[in-house]
């Protein structure tokens, strides 16, 4: 095989079968039969995604163009829904069938302990079905009080610092005792 054309020919074999298997992922997007832009291989939405500016924008830009469900690829198909009803239906009733998520940057090694984002699989649905009733819509009419008052404590400390006249307040600080405070009380 050590002929110029014999290589030539086994780079462009591969190279098309390269090609060929990255475009037939895109396949499932017309089987799945929802809208959306159409995808470069290798690479999927990312231009567009580039060109609109952001991914946040991209989405807006979608939303217009192909309604409140749409289909795109970044590293993997995404199904974007922008309607609060079939959300709820999807997050809700059938959080089951969409466990095993995509989600970027952020590392799934069971060894290094398991939070509800880097959960997959069965290990996500018992930390789900643990954390559900917690946050049922009863249990949260109950907190309403504590993070009522737990807001007006800070509404008070930044009223304090606008009228000392500092001229920075360390923004990442407040909401997090904001957050600490209200947890605190509840869990007392």
């Given at each position: 095989?050590?002929?110029?054309?014999?290589?030539?020919?086994?780079?462009?074999?591969?190279?098309?079968?390269?090609?060929?298997?990255?475009?037939?992922?895109?396949?499932?997007?017309?089987?799945?039969?929802?809208p959306?832009?159409?995808?470069?291989?290798?690479?999927?939405?990312?231009?567009?995604?580039i060109?609109?500016?952001?991914?946040?924008?991209?989405?807006?830009?979608?939303?217009?163009?192909?309604?409140?469900?749409?289909?795109?690829?970044?590293?993997?198909?995404?199904?974007?829904?922008?309607?609060?009803?079939?959300?709820?239906?999807?997050?809700?009733?059938?959080?089951?069938?969409?466990?095993?998520?995509?989600?970027?940057?952020?590392?799934?090694?069971?060894?290094?302990?398991?939070?509800?984002?880097?959960?997959?699989?069965e290990?996500w649905?018992?930390?789900?079905?643990?954390?559900?009733?917690?946050?049922?819509?009863?249990k949260?009419?109950?907190?309403?009080?504590?993070?009522e008052?737990?807001?007006?404590t800070?509404?008070?400390?930044?009223?304090?610092?606008?009228?000392?006249?500092?001229?920075?307040?360390?923004?990442?600080?407040?909401?997090?005792?904001?957050?600490?405070?209200?947890?605190?009380?509840?869990?007392?």
């Amino acid at each position: 095989m050590s002929s110029p054309f014999a290589w030539f020919f086994l780079c462009f074999v591969v190279i098309v079968t390269i090609y060929w298997n990255e475009t037939r992922r895109y396949a499932i997007k017309k089987k799945i039969g929802l809208p959306g832009p159409k995808p470069l291989p290798f690479i999927g939405n990312v231009l567009d995604i580039i060109r609109a500016g952001g991914i946040i924008k991209f989405y807006f830009e979608c939303l217009k163009k192909y309604g409140k469900m749409f289909v795109y690829w970044g590293p993997h198909l995404s199904i974007a829904v922008a309607d609060p009803e079939m959300r709820k239906e999807i997050t809700v009733k059938h959080f089951d069938n969409f466990r095993d998520r995509y989600v970027p940057f952020v590392s799934f090694d069971d060894s290094k302990g398991t939070s509800l984002f880097a959960a997959r699989a069965e290990n996500w649905k018992r930390i789900r079905n643990i954390l559900t009733p917690t946050f049922s819509a009863a249990k949260i009419k109950l907190m309403v009080p504590l993070m009522e008052k737990a807001s007006n404590t800070l509404i008070t400390k930044i009223q304090s610092v606008a009228d000392s006249g500092k001229s920075s307040v360390t923004q990442c600080k407040l909401p997090r005792n904001l957050s600490n405070n209200t947890i605190c009380k509840k869990s007392c």
